[in-house]
């Protein structure tokens, strides 16, 4: 077996072998799909929007304005029990000038009186009461994430309203960063970035944040430059009430936010000057899945709902027409290619290979995949480090994670595959445990 491993990690042999054997054409075959047609062209489209806003950010003089609208927080509660309060308390010490009106729904109140408990006890220290109010609503009967938000959403009088998770908080310069971009009256909603919270608690969990900082505050970042940002998090978005009461409120079936980024987006075509920006300065902290195993069980209910939006619920609304040309490019290749096709092609390409060709081939072959993920990785959070991070001391701890994180976005990408077929037979969406089976499965089918 040693002969193999050296033969597998010497890439020039390889690349010699491979040469000689017509296998340059094979690698070509091989690889030129899945990453230099589809991966190298978006990940081209993020730099150079990175670029672009980072060379903004340096030459442009700070922007200051006296636009101060209310806003209201509603923040989703079911089982977070004491830990709501670092929420609120985040949400308290904002640096934002104007009036914070603070909506924790507590669902299911009636079995979840931890968290009422903990809500209801907060109180407003002597400083914050004159532009920061707290209003929570006890929602007794449990109806799930979009129920609380409506239910929220009924109850605010902030003319820009944020969807905000309870076990989530945020810096503190959180709100002015996002709140100014609604002084454009072009721009419906605003996404903001997410990072984790407990980082080193597992590998996991490490693997997350290096996830988290390349695919939503670098590569969101790159697109908002290019008005294509894909998706909205649920954890952290922030909209202009007239568009959320205009599109009926957050709908039913599933938890993702993806499902109101669309609905907002089918206006694009016909209002080309809308636009939803991305504030890579305004941060918002969520603990991730702590095992692996919680890890995949999370992106089970993720992916899962990702095809149940792109191809059952908004089937009709994804067309050039509805979203204009742009993003109508940028959701067929990086929703339903990438997220739904691709990880069958991983899965098919794996398995013919493993098949098909002899052992030392396999593994020098997958060397060579696995050494130009790297590269491409290791670019990407050097460029992150450089241009976006606010916190590049803190991120640069995550080099000696990098090596493992293709490995572990392999691992994911095939499971991503599971959690389709799982939502083609079974409509996995209907079994999210972000809202009873009996609020989802009384919903319209699609």
């Known amino acids: 077996m040693e002969p193999v491993l050296e033969q597998a990690l010497n890439l020039p042999l390889l690349l010699e072998q491979l040469r000689g054997e017509d296998g340059l054409a094979l690698l070509l075959l091989q690889l030129f799909p899945l990453f230099l047609v589809v991966e190298l062209p978006l990940t081209l489209v993020v730099v150079l929007g990175v670029l672009r806003w980072w060379i903004r950010e340096q030459t442009l003089p700070p922007r200051r304005s006296l ?9 989703t509660c079911y089982s977070e029990g004491a830990d709501v309060r670092k929420t609120l308390e985040t949400l308290c010490e904002q640096t934002y000038p104007g009036e914070i009106e603070l909506i924790p729904v507590v669902d299911g109140a009636a079995a979840n009186q931890h968290t009422l408990a903990a ?12 532009t920061r109010r707290v209003r929570p609503i006890a929602k007794w009967q ?4 979009v129920s609380s938000l409506n239910a929220g959403l009924s109850m605010s009088t902030g003319s820009i309203v944020m969807a905000l998770d309870g076990d989530t908080s945020f810096d503190n310069t959180m709100v002015s960063a996002m709140v100014r ?3 454009d009256p072009n721009v419906p909603a605003v996404a903001g970035s997410l990072r984790i919270r407990n980082t080193w608690t597992s590998l996991a969990t490490a693997l997350q944040a290096v996830e988290y900082l390349i695919s939503i505050q670098m590569a969101k970042t790159g697109l908002s430059e290019w008005n294509l940002v894909n998706n909205i998090s649920g954890a952290f978005g922030a909209f202009r009430r007239e568009i959320i009461e205009q599109l009926g409120g957050w709908d039913t079936h599933s938890a993702e936010d993806l499902d109101i980024t669309l609905r907002i987006k089918s206006y694009f ?17 969520t603990d991730g899945p702590t095992s692996m195993v919680g890890l ?9 709902d990702l095809l149940f939006l792109y191809a059952r619920k908004h089937s009709g609304s994804i067309a050039p027409r509805l979203m204009g040309w742009p993003n109508f490019l940028m959701t067929v290749i990086s929703g339903l290619f990438i997220q739904v096709v691709l990880p069958f092609i991983i899965v098919g390409y794996t398995a013919i290979t493993a098949i098909t060709l002899p052992w030392p081939t396999v593994l020098a072959l997958s060397v060579l995949v696995y050494v130009v ?7 990407q959070f050097l460029l992150m480090l450089l241009l976006v991070s606010e916190r590049p001391q803190q991120d640069v701890r995550l080099i000696p994670i990098l090596p493992l994180f293709p490995i572990a976005m392999l691992l994911i990408r095939c499971w991503s595959a599971v959690a389709i077929l799982n939502e083609l037979w079974r409509r996995s969406h209907e079994e999210s445990s972000m809202a009873p089976w009996w609020v989802l499965r009384r919903a319209t089918r699609f």
């Open 67 to 75: 636009y101060r609208p209310r806003v209201s927080c509603l923040i």
């Open 119 to 130: 809500v209801r006890g907060f109180e407003l220290r002597e400083e914050w009461r004159r």
């Open 142 to 145: 449990r109806g799930g994430r």
């Open 181 to 183: 971009h609604f002084e």
């Open 269 to 285: 075509g016909r209002h080309r000057q809308l636009r939803i920006p991305f504030e890579p300065r305004a941060i918002g902290h």
């Open 296 to 304: 995949l069980k999370q992106r089970l209910r993720w992916d899962g």
């Open 373 to 379: 993920y790297l590269v491409v990785l290791s670019l």
